[in-house]
């Protein structure tokens, strides 16, 4: 990862709430491999009825940075792998245009089934709940405890509410690195799905270009993190 911003810029600040990945319980296992293990048999919503599959997060689980998005969309509830559809590319242009390997982190969402409405054939993407959200954590939160990254990413108003609870939103604390009780800070930005979405196409370049910004900042804290680690040794 290559750092292009003054890394002094990217200080942390504290944050006085959690959110329930956070703060909840959440649930015990050996490795990844066994959370999933688990996660595959789970009926703590109902958003497991409907969905094709469990979609559980992926990357190594030496990864060093954590991105949390919503849940997985259609693309993904039918591959059974995280950020695969549409938004996965756009996460992965802008990730590789802010100098961030893809896939040196672990990548994951804050609920693991797919929520949608049936209209037709098509099935549209349904926000979930506030219940759906906190019943999730408890795999989330046994993520990030197993992985104990240097940095987290929140990408999206789901993500956020579930690492940093309700004090903290995406269009107050955008580009923000706040930090947690748990160790490692999360960085808030926009879900790519949001990218999408835009009509704009003026609109779009410049929302682009700032999650890009956003996603630099990944590169420059952790360029920064091993420098420190390195005057520690
Ligand atoms: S969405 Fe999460 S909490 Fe709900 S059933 Fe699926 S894995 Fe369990």
Redesign the pocket.
């Known amino acids: 990862m290559g750092a292009r911003n003054n890394p002094r810029q990217q200080m942390p600040r504290e944050t006085a709430s959690t959110g329930p990945a956070l703060s909840g319980e959440h649930a015990e296992a050996r490795s990844i491999a066994a959370l999933r293990r688990q996660?595959e048999g789970?009926?703590?919503?109902?958003?497991?009825?409907n969905?094709t599959q469990?979609v559980f997060g992926e990357g190594p689980i030496d990864a060093r940075v954590v991105f949390v998005g919503e849940?997985p969309g259609d693309r993904e509830d039918l591959a059974g792998h995280p950020f695969v559809g549409p938004a996965g590319r756009v996460l992965d242009e802008c990730l590789h245009e802010a100098g961030v390997d893809r896939s040196s982190c672990y990548l994951t969402n804050a609920?693991?089934?797919f929520?949608f409405e049936q209209r037709g054939k098509r099935r549209l993407h349904s926000r979930?709940n506030a219940g759906?959200i906190q019943?999730?954590a408890?795999?989330l939160g046994a993520e990030l405890e197993q992985l104990r990254p240097d940095l987290v990413v929140a990408l999206g108003a789901t993500a956020v509410m579930t690492l940093l609870g309700r004090s903290v939103a995406v269009t107050k604390n955008r580009g923000d690195l706040i930090d947690t009780p748990a160790g490692y800070p999360v960085l808030v930005t926009i879900h790519p799905s949001y990218l999408l979405r835009i009509r704009d196409g003026s609109d779009a370049a410049a929302q682009r270009a700032r999650f890009v910004e956003d996603l630099t900042k990944v590169a420059v804290y952790e360029a920064e993190h091993e420098r420190r680690k390195q005057r520690r040794l």
């Open positions: 996660a789970c009926e703590r919503c109902d958003l497991y009825k969905a469990l849940q609920v693991k089934h929520k979930p759906e019943s999730c408890w795999w």
